[in-house]
Protein backbone atom coordinates (compact mmCIF):
# COMPACT_ATOMS: atom_id res chain seq x y z
CA UNK A 1 0.00 0.00 0.00
CA UNK A 2 1.37 3.61 -0.78
CA UNK A 3 1.37 6.57 1.79
CA UNK A 4 -0.04 9.82 1.51
CA UNK A 5 -0.15 13.06 3.42
CA UNK A 6 -2.92 14.55 5.32
CA UNK A 7 -3.28 17.69 2.62
CA UNK A 8 -2.96 14.97 -0.23
CA UNK A 9 -5.79 12.94 1.15
CA UNK A 10 -7.93 16.23 1.84
CA UNK A 11 -7.82 17.27 -1.90
CA UNK A 12 -8.72 13.74 -3.24
CA UNK A 13 -11.98 13.92 -0.91
CA UNK A 14 -12.66 17.34 -2.11
CA UNK A 15 -12.56 16.36 -5.78
CA UNK A 16 -14.88 12.95 -4.74
CA UNK A 17 -17.33 15.56 -2.78
CA UNK A 18 -17.50 17.47 -6.09
CA UNK A 19 -18.33 14.60 -8.25
CA UNK A 20 -20.80 12.60 -5.32
CA UNK A 21 -23.79 13.78 -6.71
CA UNK A 22 -26.83 11.72 -5.34
CA UNK A 23 -25.56 11.29 -2.22
CA UNK A 24 -23.28 8.50 0.04
CA UNK A 25 -24.53 5.63 -2.02
CA UNK A 26 -22.99 6.80 -4.58
CA UNK A 27 -19.33 7.02 -3.38
CA UNK A 28 -18.22 3.33 -3.46
CA UNK A 29 -17.64 3.14 -7.26
CA UNK A 30 -15.59 6.20 -6.85
CA UNK A 31 -14.08 5.86 -3.27
CA UNK A 32 -12.66 2.24 -4.92
CA UNK A 33 -11.66 3.65 -8.38
CA UNK A 34 -9.72 6.73 -6.81
CA UNK A 35 -8.14 4.87 -3.32
CA UNK A 36 -7.84 1.73 -4.60
CA UNK A 37 -7.43 1.51 -8.30
CA UNK A 38 -5.53 4.18 -8.94
CA UNK A 39 -3.65 5.12 -5.95
CA UNK A 40 -3.72 1.53 -4.16
CA UNK A 41 -4.07 3.60 -0.81
CA UNK A 42 -5.95 0.61 0.75
CA UNK A 43 -7.83 -2.28 0.00
CA UNK A 44 -11.44 -2.27 -2.08
CA UNK A 45 -12.59 -5.16 0.93
CA UNK A 46 -12.17 -2.41 3.59
CA UNK A 47 -13.63 0.15 1.68
CA UNK A 48 -16.69 -2.18 1.24
CA UNK A 49 -16.89 -3.03 5.04
CA UNK A 50 -16.28 1.12 5.88
CA UNK A 51 -19.58 1.67 3.17
CA UNK A 52 -22.05 -1.14 5.35
CA UNK A 53 -20.71 0.21 8.23
CA UNK A 54 -21.51 3.70 7.87
CA UNK A 55 -25.35 3.01 6.42
CA UNK A 56 -25.70 1.41 9.50
CA UNK A 57 -25.00 4.25 11.68
CA UNK A 58 -26.74 7.66 12.08
CA UNK A 59 -25.53 10.41 9.97
CA UNK A 60 -24.51 11.05 6.56
CA UNK A 61 -23.04 8.02 4.23
CA UNK A 62 -20.62 10.00 2.56
CA UNK A 63 -18.56 11.68 5.90
CA UNK A 64 -18.91 8.50 7.68
CA UNK A 65 -17.05 6.45 5.02
CA UNK A 66 -14.94 9.01 4.66
CA UNK A 67 -14.25 9.41 7.91
CA UNK A 68 -13.48 5.41 8.44
CA UNK A 69 -10.95 5.78 5.17
CA UNK A 70 -9.27 8.56 6.86
CA UNK A 71 -8.63 6.84 9.94
CA UNK A 72 -7.62 3.65 7.92
CA UNK A 73 -4.84 5.67 6.11
CA UNK A 74 -3.93 8.32 8.28
CA UNK A 75 -5.45 8.30 12.13
CA UNK A 76 -7.49 11.27 13.70
CA UNK A 77 -5.76 13.06 10.94
CA UNK A 78 -7.16 11.21 8.15
CA UNK A 79 -10.50 11.06 9.58
CA UNK A 80 -10.41 14.76 9.82
CA UNK A 81 -8.53 15.46 6.24
CA UNK A 82 -11.26 12.85 4.59
CA UNK A 83 -14.44 13.94 6.49
CA UNK A 84 -13.40 18.03 6.02
CA UNK A 85 -12.73 17.24 2.28
CA UNK A 86 -15.66 15.16 1.44
CA UNK A 87 -18.09 18.28 2.86
CA UNK A 88 -16.10 21.27 1.27
CA UNK A 89 -17.73 21.51 -2.02
CA UNK A 90 -21.20 20.87 -1.12
CA UNK A 91 -21.09 23.37 1.76
CA UNK A 92 -19.90 26.00 -0.86
CA UNK A 93 -22.45 24.67 -2.89
CA UNK A 94 -25.60 24.78 -0.74
CA UNK A 95 -24.15 28.20 0.55
CA UNK A 96 -24.69 29.42 -3.02
CA UNK A 97 -27.71 27.66 -4.05
CA UNK A 98 -29.26 29.18 -0.76
CA UNK A 99 -28.89 32.35 -2.59
CA UNK A 100 -30.18 31.97 -5.67
CA UNK A 101 -32.71 28.74 -5.31
CA UNK A 102 -35.86 30.88 -6.83
CA UNK A 103 -34.17 30.86 -9.98
CA UNK A 104 -33.25 27.33 -9.91
CA UNK A 105 -36.58 26.12 -8.99
CA UNK A 106 -38.24 27.73 -12.03
CA UNK A 107 -35.47 27.29 -14.58
CA UNK A 108 -36.00 24.20 -17.11
CA UNK A 109 -32.19 23.93 -18.24
CA UNK A 110 -31.51 23.63 -14.52
CA UNK A 111 -34.56 20.82 -14.30
CA UNK A 112 -33.10 18.88 -17.16
CA UNK A 113 -29.28 18.80 -15.15
CA UNK A 114 -31.11 17.52 -12.04
CA UNK A 115 -33.10 14.75 -14.40
CA UNK A 116 -29.91 13.65 -16.60
CA UNK A 117 -28.13 13.66 -12.85
CA UNK A 118 -30.41 11.43 -11.33
CA UNK A 119 -30.17 8.87 -14.58
CA UNK A 120 -26.91 8.67 -13.60
CA UNK A 121 -27.22 8.76 -10.10
CA UNK A 122 -29.66 5.32 -10.19
CA UNK A 123 -26.45 3.96 -12.40
CA UNK A 124 -24.26 4.63 -9.56
CA UNK A 125 -26.60 2.94 -7.00
CA UNK A 126 -26.51 -0.46 -9.37
CA UNK A 127 -22.77 -0.63 -9.42
CA UNK A 128 -22.49 0.04 -5.63
CA UNK A 129 -25.00 -2.99 -5.45
CA UNK A 130 -23.07 -4.97 -7.98
CA UNK A 131 -19.91 -4.04 -5.82
CA UNK A 132 -20.94 -4.87 -2.77
CA UNK A 133 -22.43 -8.34 -3.91
CA UNK A 134 -19.49 -9.78 -5.42
CA UNK A 135 -17.66 -8.76 -2.61
CA UNK A 136 -20.02 -10.99 -0.20
CA UNK A 137 -19.66 -14.10 0.78
CA UNK A 138 -22.78 -15.86 -0.61
CA UNK A 139 -23.86 -19.08 0.97
CA UNK A 140 -26.96 -20.56 2.14
CA UNK A 141 -27.71 -18.28 5.06
CA UNK A 142 -26.63 -15.27 2.84
CA UNK A 143 -29.92 -16.09 0.23
CA UNK A 144 -31.83 -16.14 3.50
CA UNK A 145 -30.91 -13.20 5.32
CA UNK A 146 -31.23 -11.61 2.05
CA UNK A 147 -35.14 -12.72 0.77
CA UNK A 148 -36.04 -12.13 4.84
CA UNK A 149 -34.87 -8.41 4.87
CA UNK A 150 -36.34 -7.73 1.19
CA UNK A 151 -39.78 -9.28 2.43
CA UNK A 152 -39.44 -7.48 5.66
CA UNK A 153 -38.59 -4.25 3.60
CA UNK A 154 -41.46 -4.47 0.60
CA UNK A 155 -43.92 -6.83 1.85
CA UNK A 156 -44.29 -5.86 5.75
CA UNK A 157 -43.39 -2.32 5.07
CA UNK A 158 -40.70 -2.21 8.17
CA UNK A 159 -39.01 0.68 8.51
CA UNK A 160 -34.86 0.07 7.19
CA UNK A 161 -33.45 0.94 10.36
CA UNK A 162 -35.34 -1.82 12.29
CA UNK A 163 -34.63 -3.94 9.44
CA UNK A 164 -30.95 -3.06 9.78
CA UNK A 165 -30.90 -3.93 13.49
CA UNK A 166 -32.75 -7.03 13.12
CA UNK A 167 -30.51 -8.49 10.61
CA UNK A 168 -27.57 -7.08 12.96
CA UNK A 169 -28.76 -8.91 15.54
CA UNK A 170 -29.23 -12.10 13.78
CA UNK A 171 -25.48 -11.50 12.37
CA UNK A 172 -24.16 -11.69 15.62
CA UNK A 173 -25.97 -14.30 16.95
CA UNK A 174 -24.89 -16.44 14.14
CA UNK A 175 -21.76 -15.80 13.68
CA UNK A 176 -21.34 -16.42 18.03
CA UNK A 177 -22.59 -19.80 17.50
CA UNK A 178 -20.08 -20.48 14.57
CA UNK A 179 -17.52 -19.35 17.11
CA UNK A 180 -18.38 -21.64 19.62
CA UNK A 181 -19.51 -24.76 17.08
CA UNK A 182 -15.41 -24.35 16.23
CA UNK A 183 -14.15 -24.19 19.78
CA UNK A 184 -16.01 -28.09 20.41
Known amino acids: MNKISALNLYGIFVKIGAILLGGGYVILPILTSELCKK ?7 DI ?4 AL ?30 SGV ?3 PFISIAFLAT ?6 NNRFVNGI ?8 IALIILTVREIWQKSKRNTFFYLMFLFALILLLI ?4 PVHVIILCSVIGILV ?7 RKL
Request: hydrophobic fraction near 50%; avoid cysteine.
Open 39 to 45: RNLIKEE
Open 48 to 51: VNYF
Open 54 to 83: SQSLPGIVAANISIFTGYKLLGKKGAAAAM
Open 87 to 89: ITV
Open 100 to 105: VIQYFI
Open 114 to 121: FWGVGIAV
Open 156 to 159: IKLP
Open 175 to 181: KKSELKR
